[in-house]
C-alpha cells in the first residue's frame, strides 16, 4: 500500500493524559517486517507515534471524548526493542524514521512509483482491447440441420476511470435457415458450477426459442448438440480470453 505524503493540517504530533501525567507522542514511518520485502529492495510502510521517550506506540489517535481527541489507554503499548524493530501484537515492526522530511521523500518516491506503474498497467490494459478489437468479430463453429452455429465478440471497452477490468463478452449466435440470426442462448446458463451440462433446461429454452426447427430434435439429441456446441465454442473462446490474459 503507497502511503500518502504529509500535508498542512496532517497530524504529527499529540500529548495524551496516561496515569494522570501528559505524554508526547510523535510521527513515525515504519515498515512491516512480515510484508518487509515483497521485492528486491520494495518496502511496505505504514504511518504510527512513538513516545518521545520511544518506549510507547499506538498506531493512531480516536476524535471526540472529553477534548476532541484521545487514545483508549489499552491502545497504547509498550516498547521492546530489538535493535530498530519491536514487536506489537505479533506483527514486528521496523522504525525507519521519525524526521518530517524524511518521511515525506519516502512517501513521494512511492507515489511517483505508484503513478508509473499505473500508467504501465493502463497502457497494458489498453494494448490487450486493442488486441481482442483485432481478433474476428465471428467464427463459424458448425452446421446442424441447417442452423448455423458461430461463436460472435463484443468490442472490447477499458475505461480505467470506471473499472479496473476490460469490459467485453464472447457468445454464441445461431443463425437459422431462413438467414434470422439468434443471440439468445446462452451457454453459461446450461452449466453447473461443478461443469455438469443441464440438458433438460437446454432442450426446454431450445425449443421455445427455436420452435419448429427445434422439434426436430429429441433429448438425446439436444444432449448431443449441447455437448458439441459447448465443445466447440470453449476451445475457440480460449484463443479470445488468452488475449486479455
Known sequence: MTIESLKNGSGVK????????????????FAKEKLFQKEEGELEYEYGFLSEDQELYTDNFYSGGTTGFGR???DIHPVIW????????GRLLVLVSTDLEEIN?????????????RAEWIKS????????????????????KGIKFYLVRSEAEFN??????IRHYVSVEFVLPDGTRKDN?????????DGKLQVRKFFGEFKWLYGDIAFQYNEKMAKELLQTLTHMFNSKKKDYEAVLK
Request: proline residues 4%; contains cysteine.
Open 14 to 29: 499529540a500529548t495524551i493524559l496516561i496515569d494522570d501525567k501528559p505524554v508526547t507522542f510523535c510521527l513515525g514511518l
Open 72 to 74: 483508549n489507554q489499552s
Open 82 to 89: 530489538e535493535g530498530t524493530k519491536f514487536n506489537i501484537n
Open 105 to 117: 521523500r519516502i512517501a513521494r518516491q512511492q507515489q511517483l512509483k505508484a503513478q508509473d506503474e
Open 125 to 144: 490494459q489498453q494494448e490487450k482491447t486493442r488486441k481482442f478489437n483485432e481478433l474476428p468479430k465471428e467464427v463459424f463453429l458448425f452446421e446442424e
Open 160 to 165: 480505467p476511470h470506471r473499472s479496473s477490468t
Open 185 to 193: 442462448l446462452r451457454l453459461y446458463d446450461f452449466t453447473t458450477k
